[in-house]
């Protein structure tokens, strides 16, 4: 396994404010970067903005502010919602701070230099929304409507630098049928597949109708298209366009660029071509999720229904930050398929898996514990029986779930592990035979061998369910964070005579807030 582990998000736009959809797809990249640091891996975790084109710049006009001033303000507001959902990332790339331009500047000649880039008339279906040209094909299946906002489409015209994607088709063709893993989930690879098959058109590298962007070097007028500009991010905030930083050099290539499915050609094709174009390796995979939709419908500004920053803070206050997590990665449209978030679904996740299971069974453990051996760890003296082997293969499947970004999959060992402690207990029922002095000594067994598995459990829930399952760390005695991965889900780490205090992780609530 390599030691180093890298992720990325979108870039957000600065023109909107912050939604459930920013923070899903960043909370998802957290889980996963979470699981790699606590494995000892090298781990970079990368988010930020997009704060380029016309549309940031005709929202500061609206405002009366100037689009840096409006940038400023929103990035601020993206920045403190990663504080708010304590989402660790490792750095924040913003568009138009200077170490992003310059090395886009950087990157855009050596394109130029390489042969990749000319300069031509073009005429075609604009997406004024999306700042996007469609081929007549596409845009004539949409009615000549966005795809995404349904707004008509312009027949625009403009003289521009163009990036020869379509001198790419070869290899990117190659490169998905050697690398059936690079565009997941299979569903959306198949979707990349066929438009690829319909033929490239070139894309635009600049805009000359407007001024909010980075210059194009030695073409006065000219800006870089606010797509080029963004996608270099992944690349500028490792400094992979100035050679003389390379500390963050080995975090490249990305092992995932998670995005929404509505950018994915962007980011299957167009970047793919542009590193083919400068030489550099390609990200391991670009994982498209799907949509967030709010009871039954559509989010968009038109319906005013996106579930906002007071409607997710709604939910982790009365919640907790833990729930929301959990039924954002476990419930969450990380498929091919569209989730509706209902109010009512994530009472029901709460209470199923936080409540009664999660809560539950670390309180019966503990509970047990402290009313039949002082609160202190007891000997097993049947050494785990089967639990040892069981929850070696338990943590076997959660790593090479989390190493392939099966987060639900990975989720699912973690709390059956718990399902399996409470099946365990309603099995041997301790409580029953803690009442016969003579059999003390299987109650201890049993009771050792439960608080062991739930200390693993609690280990791999780490990732989904941060603030809880450290109250469960320091309740049950487990020092064990400082060490290294290996040693830390190695069963045995809770040792007879640790003090173990009852644990309440997961308060009963009784109703749902409202949507
Ligand atoms: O597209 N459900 O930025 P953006 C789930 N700046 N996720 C959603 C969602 C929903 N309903 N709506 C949005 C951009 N997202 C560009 C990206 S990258 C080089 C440039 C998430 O602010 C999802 O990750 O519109 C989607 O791709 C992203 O927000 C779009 O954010």
Redesign the pocket.
């Known amino acids: 396994m390599k030691s180093t582990a890298s992720i990325t998000?979108?870039?957000?736009?600065v023109n909107?404010k912050p939604?459930?959809?920013?923070v899903?797809?960043t909370t998802v990249c957290d889980v996963w970067a979470r699981a790699m640091r606590m494995q000892g891996r090298d781990t970079f975790f990368l988010t930020g903005t997009?704060e380029h084109g016309v549309k940031v710049e005709k929202s500061a006009l609206a405002h009366g502010v100037t689009p840096q001033e409006w940038a400023d303000r929103n990035a601020a507001e993206f920045r403190r919602v990663l504080q708010l959902f304590d989402l660790t990332n490792d750095d924040f790339i913003r568009t138009t701070e200077p170490r992003h331009e310059a090395q886009v500047q950087a990157l855009v000649e050596r394109l130029k230099a390489a042969g990749v880039l000319y300069k031509g008339a073009f005429e075609g279906w604009y997406d004024e929304g999306e700042e996007n040209y469609l081929t007549e094909t596409r845009a004539k299946e949409s009615g000549y409507k966005s795809p995404v906002n349904g707004r008509p489409l312009v027949r625009a015209k403009e003289e521009n630098w163009y990036f020869r994607l379509s001198a790419f088709a070869p290899r990117l063709m190659e490169l998905f049928t050697s690398r059936p893993d690079f565009v997941r989930p299979e569903a959306r690879r198949n979707e990349v597949l066929g438009r690829l098959r319909e033929g490239l058109q070139d894309v635009p590298m600049t805009r000359t109708n407007f001024s909010w962007g980075i210059p194009m070097p030695g073409d006065q007028g000219h800006v870089i298209y606010v797509?080029i500009d963004?996608?270099f991010?992944?690349i500028t905030a490792l400094g992979l366009g100035n050679d003389s930083t390379p500390k963050r050099h080995p975090y490249w290539p990305a092992d995932f660029h998670?995005?929404?499915k509505?950018?994915l050609w962007?980011?299957a094709v167009i970047w793919p071509a542009l590193l083919m174009a400068l030489e550099m390796p390609l990200p391991q995979c670009v994982f498209a999720?799907?949509?967030?939709?709010h009871e039954g419908q559509k989010?968009s500004k038109s319906l005013g229904n996106f579930i906002d920053l007071p409607a997710m803070e709604g939910y982790v206050s009365k919640y907790g930050l833990d729930a929301f997590r959990w039924f954002m990665v476990t419930r969450g449209?990380l498929d091919s398929t569209d989730t509706d978030f209902r109010a009512l679904a994530f009472h029901e996740t709460y209470v199923a898996d936080l409540v009664n299971t999660v809560g539950n069974c670390s309180s019966r453990v503990t509970a047990m514990i402290a009313k039949t051996f002082d609160g202190v760890m007891p000997a097993d003296s049947f050494a785990g029986g089967e639990w040892p082997a069981r929850c070696a293969t338990v943590v076997q499947a959660w790593q090479r779930h989390m190493q392939q970004f099966e987060l639900g999959p990975a989720a699912a060992a973690a709390i059956g592990l718990l399902r399996e402690v409470d099946g365990f207990i309603n099995r041997t029922e301790p409580f029953k035979l803690a009442k016969d002095p003579s059999r003390r000594d299987e109650v201890s067994s049993i009771l050792a061998q439960c608080a062991e598995a739930v200390r693993i459990a609690g280990i791999l829930l780490e990732p989904f369910l941060p603030h809880r399952m450290k109250d469960l760390q320091s309740a049950i005695g487990d020092q064990a964070p400082t060490m290294d991965w290996e040693s830390r889900v190695r069963w045995g780490g809770l040792k007879p005579g640790t003090r173990i205090t009852k644990v309440a992780l997961y308060p009963r609530l009784e109703a749902a807030v409202a949507g």
């Open positions: 998000t979108p870039i957000y736009y909107d939604h459930i959809g920013h899903f797809t997009d797509w963004a996608l991010n992944y998670v995005i929404g509505e950018i962007f980011h999720h799907s949509f967030w939709i989010m449209p």
